[in-house]
Nanobody, 121 residues
Framework: QVQLVESGGGLVQPGGSLRLSCAAS????????MGWYRQAPGKQRELVAS???????NYADSVKGRFTVSRDNAKMTVYLQMNSLKSEDTAVYYC???????????????WGQGTQVTVSS
């Protein structure tokens, strides 16, 4: 069974930093794009950042220059380094990946369970 497990969320003061990690596990043949979405209370889930298996990143305008997405293909792990955090970054952050599990007939999209990030003084 494929799982995406996030870690690294928590409470941080404005201007602070956090690093999120998401590790994929299970019988996985291939992973293409991995990324992070977030959902704040009363708002729709939105893309924060993504990265292809070749290392090409994509960022939401609201986080450009503050967040950095990276991945370790050997560990099937994606990271999100978040600096200069603002109160408006408060949300549940979800890991997302397009991957081919051995039991599947092709690439499918998977979600992690989410990790809370709260930016507050």
């Amino acid at each position: 069974q494929v799982q995406l497990v996030e870690s690294g969320g928590g409470l941080v003061q404005p201007g602070g930093s956090l690093r999120l990690s998401c590790a994929a596990s299970g019988s996985i043949l291939s992973i293409t794009t991995m990324g992070w979405y977030r959902q704040a209370p009363g708002k729709q889930r939105e893309l924060v950042a993504s990265i292809t298996n070749r290392g090409n990143p994509n960022y939401a305008d609201s986080v450009k220059g503050r967040f950095t997405v990276s991945r370790d293909n050997a560990k099937m792990t994606v990271y999100l380094q978040m600096n200069s955090l603002k109160s408006e970054d408060t949300a549940v952050y979800y890991c997302n990946a397009d991957l081919w599990a051995s039991a599947a007939g092709g690439y499918r999209n998977y979600w992690g369970q989410g990790t809370q990030v709260t930016v507050s003084s």
